[in-house]
C-alpha cells in the first residue's frame, strides 16, 4: 500500500510538472473586442436598426450595424470602436453605425463608417497599420476618412464644419447629397478648420481660432484625446503582459522556449499564430530588457529571435507564419511608435520596423502584396515624422530638419513605387496609398513650417525649403482625382486657399526674386555607391540676402554614374560625376554646377552567424558547431577557426573547439560566439535542445 501511495504521488508531482512545463507554451485566447454605446450624461436615446423603436440607452451597451444614437438637449456620450477609436456625441445629436467590424483572423482589419445627421461628433484614433482598415464619419455632404488622427465634425442645417487637431483628414466632397454623387478629395491638416455648404462646396478654410481652443468643448476633449492615448497604450502593455513574458536572463528562458517548441509542434494548425504570439512577448522581454540596462544581452537576444524567424519563413508553411507575425507585430510596433533617438530602444524599434517591412516584401507575390508593402514602409516614414514632430523643442533644430530630409527622400520613393505597380494593384488600394502619402506629406510639411517659425524665433540664419505643394498659410490641400470619372470642383480663390499638389518644376518656371547667382551644394561628397546626394540650391538676392530656391530648380545629370529623382541623385558607379542646376529668374536662365566624387563603398562586416548541425540532441551527445561572417555586401566567409564559443550555462553542456557536448540537465543551451575584424565586432549565436532528440 505505502508503495503505491509512493507510486501515486510521484505521478502526481510528474504530472504537476509536465503541467507547468506545457504552461509555459500556453497563450491566452485573444478576446474579440466591441463596438460600446456609453452613457456619460442624462438620458440616451437608442433604436435597434431602421425599423426599431426609440428606446433608453443603459449605462454601457453593445451597438452594432444599424443602430442609431441620439442624445437630447442635457445628455452625452461616447462611442467606443473596438479599442481602436472613440467618438463622443454633443447635446442634441443623432449618429447612425452605417458599418462596424473587427476582424481579428483576416489581418486584424478594421471598418467603422458612422452617419452624422446632426449635431457634433469629436472623434479620436489610434493609428492603423492595416491598409484596408479605416474610419469615416459622413454628413449630408462630406464623408470625413481617417487611419489615425482626431477630428471634430459638426452638422447644420446649411453646413458642415470639420476641425483636425492631429496628423490630417481625408475629406470628400461632392456637389449635392455625397450619398448619390461622386466624390472628390481633399486633405484637411493639423490644427486647421474646414466649412462646407449644404451642397458639399468647400466655402472656407483657416487655422483654427483661438476662441475655439478656448472653448469648453475643445478643451475637454483634447485632454480626453490624452486620456484616450494613454489608455490604449496601457491597453497595449496590458495584452502584451497577459503574455506572461520570460526575460532572456531568466532561468526559464530556455525551458519556455522549449515548451514553445512542443506546441508549435503538437499544435500544427494553431502554429502561425502561435509563433506571432511568442514572437510579440519575446520582443516585449527584450525591450524591457533593454530598458533595464541590459542592452548587450537584449540585442543577442534579438538576434537570436530573427534567426528563429527566418527559419520559420523559409519552410512550407512560410507564408502563413509571415502572415501571422505580420499582425503579431502591431502592438510591438504601436508600443515602439514614440521611441526617439536619445532611447536605448531605438535601435530596438528601428529593427522591429525593418522586420516589419521585410515581412511584407517576401510577401509581394501574394494578393495586394505591392500595396501592403508600400503601406508598411509609409508607416515607417510616419513614424519618423511624428517623432520628429515631438523633437521639435527637445533637441538641436538640424536634427530634426535632417530627420524631415530623410523623410522626405523616403515619400518619394515610396510614391514612385506606387506609380510602378499602379496598373497591376487594386484601384481602392491605390487610393488609399495615395491618400495616405498626401497625408504623410501635409504633416511633414507642417512640421517643417513649425520647425522653420521656431528658427525665425531663435534668429537662426538656416532658411528652411518648404514644399511647394504646401505653404505656412495652407490648411486644405487638393488631390488629383483618385476615382475614374471625378472632377475637381471649382473654388474661388478670393474665399479659400485651396492648392493643388505641383509637379516637379521645369526651367521654363519663372521666378521673381531678384536673383543674381546661384550656390549648388550636393551633400554628402564624396558619395559611397547607392547612397542618396541631397541637392540644395541657394539663390542670392540684389541685396546680398539669400533664399533657398531648390523647389523652383531643375537639375540635369552631366554623365551616365547615377540616376537623378528631383533633389536626389543616386550613385550608381565609381567615377566622378556633375551635376547642373538651372532657375529662370525674369526671362535668364541662372545656372550652377557641382561636382560630385563617387566612391565604391568599403566592404565591412555585418553580422555573424553561428550554426550546429542538428538543434537537439540527447543527454551526452556531440554536436558540430560552424560559424560564418557576413560583410556588407552579403559575402559570406568562414571563420569557425576564429570563434571562441561559449555556453549559457555550463550545466547544459560545454564546448571544446567547435565541438559542443551535452550535459545531463533537461535545457536549451545557447551557444555564443563572437568575432572582431576591422576594429567591428559581431556575435551570433544558436540553440540546441539538451535531453531529447528530434528524429
Not at 509512493?6 to 463596438?35: C, E, Y
Not at 486647421?192 to 478656448?214: E, N, R, V, W, Y
Not at 513605387?417 to 497625408?439: C, I, M, Y
Request: no cysteine; glycine share 6%.
Amino acid at each position: 500500500m505505502k508503495k503505491f501511495i509512493l507510486v501515486l504521488v510521484g505521478l502526481l508531482i510528474l504530472f504537476g510538472l509536465a503541467w507547468w512545463f506545457w504552461s509555459l507554451g500556453r497563450m491566452p485566447k485573444v478576446s474579440p473586442t466591441k463596438l460600446l454605446l456609453r452613457v456619460e450624461r442624462g438620458t440616451v436615446q437608442l433604436k435597434r436598426g431602421p425599423d426599431g423603436a426609440w428606446t433608453t440607452a443603459s449605462r454601457e451597451q453593445e451597438i452594432a450595424t444599424g443602430d442609431v444614437v441620439r442624445t437630447g438637449h442635457d445628455s452625452t456620450a461616447s462611442i467606443s470602436a473596438f479599442d481602436f477609436g472613440e467618438s463622443r456625441l454633443s447635446a442634441n445629436t443623432e449618429v447612425t453605425i452605417q458599418a462596424a467590424r473587427h476582424e481579428i483572423e483576416d489581418g486584424d482589419s478594421f471598418v467603422v463608417q458612422l452617419y452624422l445627421s446632426s449635431g457634433r461628433l469629436w472623434s479620436r484614433l489610434v493609428r492603423l497599420f492595416d491598409l484596408h482598415s479605416s474610419f469615416s464619419v459622413r454628413s449630408n455632404t462630406v464623408v470625413a476618412t481617417v487611419r489615425g488622427t482626431a477630428f471634430d465634425l459638426q452638422a447644420e442645417t446649411t453646413s458642415t464644419i470639420l476641425l483636425v487637431t492631429d496628423a490630417a483628414v481625408e475629406v470628400s466632397v461632392g456637389a449635392g447629397n455625397a450619398a448619390q454623387q461622386k466624390l472628390q478629395p481633399l486633405i484637411v491638416s493639423q490644427g486647421s478648420t474646414a466649412s462646407f455648404d449644404f451642397k458639399g462646396k468647400l466655402l472656407a478654410s483657416s487655422p483654427i481660432s483661438s476662441a475655439a481652443k478656448q472653448s469648453d468643448w475643445f478643451t475637454q476633449n483634447s485632454t480626453r484625446d490624452e486620456t484616450f492615448v494613454h489608455q490604449a497604450n496601457e491597453r497595449v502593455i496590458t495584452r502584451l503582459t497577459e503574455l506572461r513574458p520570460v526575460s532572456p536572463d531568466s532561468a526559464l528562458d530556455g525551458l519556455t522556449r522549449w515548451s514553445e517548441r512542443w506546441h508549435l509542434t503538437l499544435q500544427r494548425d494553431e502554429a502561425p499564430q502561435l509563433f506571432a504570439l511568442y514572437t510579440a512577448r519575446r520582443l516585449f522581454a527584450i525591450k524591457q530588457l533593454i530598458e533595464g540596462g541590459k542592452s548587450g544581452l537584449g540585442f543577442q537576444a534579438l538576434s537570436a529571435l530573427e534567426e528563429e524567424m527566418n527559419a520559420r519563413f523559409k519552410g512550407a508553411e512560410g507564408a502563413s507564419y509571415r502572415r501571422a507575425t505580420i499582425d503579431g507585430l502591431k502592438d510591438v510596433l504601436r508600443l515602439l511608435e514614440t521611441v526617439d533617438p536619445s532611447s536605448p530602444v531605438y535601435r530596438l524599434k528601428q529593427r522591429v520596423e525593418d522586420v516589419h517591412v521585410k515581412l511584407n516584401s517576401a510577401a509581394i507575390s501574394e494578393a495586394a502584396g505591392a500595396a501592403k508593402l508600400a503601406y508598411a514602409r509609409l508607416l515607417v516614414i510616419e513614424t519618423q515624422v511624428i517623432v520628429a514632430e515631438r523633437l521639435l523643442t527637445k533637441v538641436d533644430a538640424e536634427q530634426v530638419k535632417e530627420m524631415l530630409d530623410t523623410a522626405r527622400q523616403a515619400i518619394s520613393n515610396v510614391e514612385r513605387d506606387v506609380d510602378h505597380v499602379s496598373n497591376q494593384t487594386p484601384v481602392d488600394d491605390v487610393a488609399a496609398l495615395r491618400v495616405k502619402l498626401f497625408v504623410i506629406k501635409a504633416r511633414e510639411a507642417a512640421v517643417r513650417v513649425r520647425l522653420s517659425s521656431l528658427l525665425q524665433a531663435s534668429q537662426a540664419t538656416t532658411t528652411l525649403a518648404v514644399p511647394p505643394t504646401v505653404t505656412p498659410t495652407s490648411s486644405v490641400l487638393s488631390m488629383p482625382a483618385l476615382l475614374p470619372s471625378t472632377t475637381t470642383p471649382k473654388v474661388q480663390t478670393s474665399t479659400v486657399d485651396v492648392i493643388k499638389p505641383s509637379t516637379p518644376p521645369a526651367a521654363t518656371r519663372p521666378s521673381s526674386l531678384s536673383l543674381q547667382n546661384l550656390t549648388f551644394i550636393a551633400q554628402p561628397n564624396p558619395a559611397q555607391i547607392g547612397e542618396a546626394v541631397r541637392l540644395m540650391v541657394t539663390g542670392q538676392r540684389s541685396d546680398g540676402s539669400t533664399v533657398d530656391v531648390t523647389a523652383l530648380s531643375r537639375f540635369e545629370l552631366i554623365g551616365a554614374l547615377g540616376s537623378l529623382n528631383g533633389p536626389t541623385y543616386v550613385a550608381l558607379k565609381p567615377g566622378s560625376v556633375t551635376l547642373k542646376a538651372t532657375v529662370l529668374e525674369r526671362g535668364v536662365v541662372l545656372s550652377a554646377t557641382v561636382n560630385v566624387q563617387v566612391v565604391t563603398k568599403p566592404v565591412v562586416l555585418s553580422s555573424l552567424e553561428v550554426n550546429a548541425s542538428v538543434h537537439a540532441i540527447g543527454f551526452g551527445g556531440r554536436v558540430p558547431l560552424s560559424a560564418r561572417a557576413i560583410y556588407s555586401d552579403g559575402s559570406v566567409k568562414d571563420v569557425t577557426p576564429a570563434i571562441n564559443f561559449n555556453v549559457s550555462s555550463l550545466e547544459t553542456g560545454s564546448v571544446v573547439g567547435n565541438l559542443f557536448q551535452a550535459g545531463q540537465a533537461l535545457a536549451t543551451a545557447r551557444i555564443t560566439g563572437a568575432y572582431t575584424e576591422g576594429g567591428i565586432n559581431v556575435t551570433g549565436s544558436t540553440e540546441i535542445s539538451v535531453g531529447l532528440e528530434l528524429r
